[in-house]
């Protein structure tokens, strides 16, 4: 298979995922529906028209779970090519100090997972090479090609230190 050039590449759409964090815990959420039903993620979701990363991000967190963020911290810059032609462009953020009380919705089920114990096998395959940078301090810009729910190319860049703010 041939290497992916993305040196043009453009998303289709925008998305957000967040990780909550205490001491030893992660906030997953059991997919219900969407893109990578039946997998366990974060809560997050496309941008809206006219929305900004950080606002993406509190929304999707409060919808999927019931929880409004007082802390976010942005972590990751992900994009995914799939092979239908799909192209999503993802923010990571971290999380931590919330309100609230964890409540399930339509589209996902949210739990408390200890982070020693995070189910891989349950997760898109790309999750296991840049959440534990992440949840390690890093900051990670990652490029993935996936067939499905198949990866078939990853490249993966994590610095010390997190680049300049984000735009709001």
Known sequence: ????????????????LVFLRDEANLLLIHKKRGLGAGKVNAPGGRLEPGETWNQAALRETWEETGLTVALLTPTADLWFQFTNGYALAAKVFLARGWTGQLTPCDEADPFWQPASLIPWENMWADDALWLPQILSGHWVTGRFVFDGEEMREANLEVMERPPGPIDG
Not at 1 to 9: H, I, L
Request: charged share 20%.
């Open 1 to 16: 298979m041939a290497v992916m050039n993305w040196t043009d590449w453009q998303p289709t759409e925008k998305a957000v």
